[in-house]
């Protein structure tokens, strides 16, 4: 079975940074997939945070994080990353990576999906 796999979530003060992971197994040909991180707060809509193309060229981000996170893969290590710098307490949530195949970036994001997702990692921001 396809397996995602989320790591480096924690808690953090304002202003600090984190860095995401989310390594796949079993996934064939894991570089023909769009991937990409999506948050989920209690008692709200989840939203698509950040998504990349399948060839790592384009990229989505909710106007939000721009400029503070940083989505990026290593397609030899089948792992996704979210860079995520100078955090808000309006960052907290439950962030989950996702991979659907070939799937552009801005669609990818734009909806939760019937998509390959992770059990997710939580991130606490304090202010």
């Known amino acids: 079975d396809v397996q995602l796999v989320e790591s480096g979530g924690g808690l953090v003060q304002a202003g600090g940074s984190l860095r995401l992971s989310c390594t796949a197994s079993?996934?064939?040909?894991?570089?023909?997939?769009?991937v990409g991180w999506f948050r989920k707060v209690p008692g709200k809509e989840g939203e698509g945070v950040s998504c990349?193309?399948?060839?790592?060229?384009?990229?989505y981000y909710l106007n939000s994080v721009k400029g503070r996170f940083t989505i990026s893969r290593d397609n030899a290590k089948n792992t996704l990353y979210l860079q995520m710098d100078n955090l808000k307490p309006e960052d907290t949530g439950m962030y989950y990576c996702a991979a659907d195949f070939r799937m552009n970036p801005f669609h990818l994001c734009r909806q939760w999906g019937d998509y390959y997702w992770g059990q997710g990692t939580q991130v606490n921001v304090s202010s």
């Open positions: 079993e996934l064939p040909a894991f570089d023909d997939y769009g």
């Open positions: 990349l193309s399948w060839n790592g060229i384009s990229t």
